[in-house]
T-cell receptor
Framework: QKEVEQDPGPLSVPEGAIVSLNCTYSNSAFQYFMWYRQYSRKGPELLMYTYSSGNKEDGRFTAQVDKSSKYISLFIRDSQPSDSATYLCAMSTYNAGNMLTFGGGTRLMVKP | DGGITQSPKYLFRKEGQNVTLSCEQNLNHDAMYWYRQDPGQGLRLIYYSQIVNDFQKGDIAEGYSVSREKKESFPLTVTSAQKNPTAFYLC??????????FGDGTRLSIL
């Protein structure tokens, strides 16, 4: 069993929909949680970063962490075709920059 | 513009050949990392370096080598011992308990 599980998709939604992307994990020591967006043939780009449990909002994006359930989510409101990409979750234990464990990524397609 | 530059974007390797992938950052970050990404898989750590002249093996270091002679540079050599080198290679850097930032990758293929 992988330490971080993520549904690979693809997830196809119409433009304007609310998108929910999720990761589950098994290591209760994870404290730092990140979401990266990766366009085809590009490197991952940091979208959201949270520490411990709770919610964080940035524009159309909301990240949620539920440590009791070992479950994190990324919500995208009013989705746009430009949101079409692969979304990777990543997490670490003692330092946000070190020893990240990644999910396999979910491919999202937003159709006009 | 601060960032991480990886070169070349595409690289082809012949049998028995070593190839070197370049990674340069001007973010003044202390730590640098190399990952391998295969289709449909997450990133797997090859090597990392927390400080100049020091580096550590990651989860899949066999068949790879690195050096860290300068803070801004962390080249990765894919040796002939790496039997399945076809992949997308990503370099990242970080500092001060902040998340990693990535370059745009090098795609390595076998001739």
């Amino acid at each position: 069993q992988k330490e971080v599980e993520q549904d690979p998709g693809p997830l196809s939604v119409p433009e304007g929909a609310i998108v929910s992307l999720n990761c589950t994990y098994s290591n209760s020591a994870f404290q730092y949680f990140m979401w990266y967006r990766q366009y085809s043939r590009k490197g991952p780009e940091l979208l959201m970063y949270t520490y411990s449990s709770g919610n964080k909002e940035d524009g159309r994006f909301t990240a949620q962490v539920d440590k009791s359930s070992k479950y994190i989510s990324l919500f995208i409101r009013d989705s746009q075709p430009s949101d079409s990409a692969t979304y990777l979750c990543a997490m670490s234990t003692y330092n946000a920059g070190n020893m990240l464990t990644f999910g396999g990524g979910t491919r999202l397609m937003v159709k006009p | 513009d601060g960032g991480i530059t990886q070169s070349p974007k595409y690289l082809f390797r012949k049998e028995g050949q070593n190839v070197t992938l370049s990674c340069e950052q001007n973010l003044n970050h202390d730590a640098m990392y190399w990952y391998r990404q295969d289709p449909g898989q997450g990133l797997r750590l090859i090597y990392y370096s927390q400080i100049v002249n020091d580096f550590q093996k990651g989860d899949i270091a066999e068949g790879y080598s690195v050096s860290r002679e300068k803070k801004e540079s962390f080249p990765l050599t894919v040796t002939s011992a790496q039997k399945n080198p076809t992949a997308f290679y990503l370099c990242a850097s970080s500092t001060n308990n902040q998340p990693q930032h990535f370059g745009d990758g090098t795609r390595l293929s076998i001739l």
